[in-house]
């Protein structure tokens, strides 16, 4: 099966989660008049045991088509992934099943531009991190905690993802 990647937008992927990016007119202007400040763009979640960390992630460049064989979960937090290069990278979610344990349901595919960056919120199926160029280095803001915080799920077919 093939799955057509889309442009990433805020109103398409709010089912999903937050788009990080500086469209439209800043929300504050700062120091001195000189910086525009896009205030407070995604929902942060880190449970009641958990905390807020940052880690950075050096993931190894996908080609197109890109082979989606699994799709992963963070119950316990959200997970925002911010680019620290300026190309396009590809962004897979699923909708939530029926039931809590359910299996993903309907898979979507987004082709985030460069300077665009999102957060998937708590518990929301998604691929793994996919750049599409090197680097293929990202700043992760996400849940550090002890419990349990990562389920996967193998798909019954694998989905062939392209791009227009």
Known sequence: MTLRAHPL???AFAPFGDVL???GDPDKIINQGL???????AAL????RGRAGISLFS???RALPYRLELVE?????????????????????AQAGEMPDAPPGAVHAFLAAPGQAINFHRGTWHGVLTPLHGPGLFAVIDRIGDTANLEEHWLAEPLLVTCP
């Open 73 to 93: 979960r963070h119950p316990e937090g959200s997970q925002a992934f911010i680019p620290m290069h300026q190309n396009p990278w590809l962004v897979i979610t």
């Open 21 to 23: 990016e500086t469209a």
């Open 45 to 48: 979640d880190f449970g009641p």
């Open 59 to 61: 993931a190894q460049p």
């Open 35 to 41: 910086c525009g400040r896009f205030h407070d763009r």
């Open 9 to 11: 937008t805020a109103a």
